[in-house]
């Protein structure tokens, strides 16, 4: 069974930086696609960011230009930098992982068919 871990999330003001991570136990993330998403208060939950099995990136609008997705194999841990963070940034971050190796063909910063999310970790930006 996958288990995801997220951590890394606190409370910034605006143009801050902080790191996501999330370790991963069940499933070698090297083998899989592996991405990050947001949800804020009343919002429908977001893709950001992806990562293929192969380390091809995808970014979401949002994120491109700003977040930065990466992995460490060998701790088997996934990582999201977000740089110049804005109010609108506050949200719910969770990581998930995919059963497939692939990103998703239909929709940016997203893998083909999600199924393992972990709890999330809670961002705050502030003025």
């Known amino acids: 069974q996958v288990h995801l871990v997220e951590s890394g999330g606190g409370s910034v003001q605006a143009g801050g930086s902080l790191r996501l991570s999330c370790e991963v136990s069940?499933?070698?993330?090297?083998?899989?696609?592996m991405g990050w998403f947001r949800q804020a208060p009343g919002k429908q939950r977001e893709g950001l960011a992806a990562?293929?099995?192969?380390?091809?990136?995808s970014y979401a609008d949002s994120a491109k230009g700003r977040f930065s997705i990466s992995r460490d194999n060998a701790k088997n841990t996934l990582y999201l930098q977000m740089n110049s963070l804005q109010p609108e940034d506050t949200a719910m971050y969770v990581c998930?992982?995919?059963?497939?190796?692939?990103?998703?063909?239909?929709?940016?910063?997203?893998?083909?068919?999600?199924?393992?999310w972990g709890q999330g970790t809670q961002v705050n930006v502030s003025l």
């Open positions: 998930a992982a995919s059963p497939w190796p692939q990103l998703s063909e239909v929709v940016v910063g997203n893998c083909l068919g999600i199924d393992s």
């Open positions: 069940g499933v070698m993330i090297s083998s899989k696609c």
């Open positions: 990562i293929d099995r192969d380390g091809t990136t």
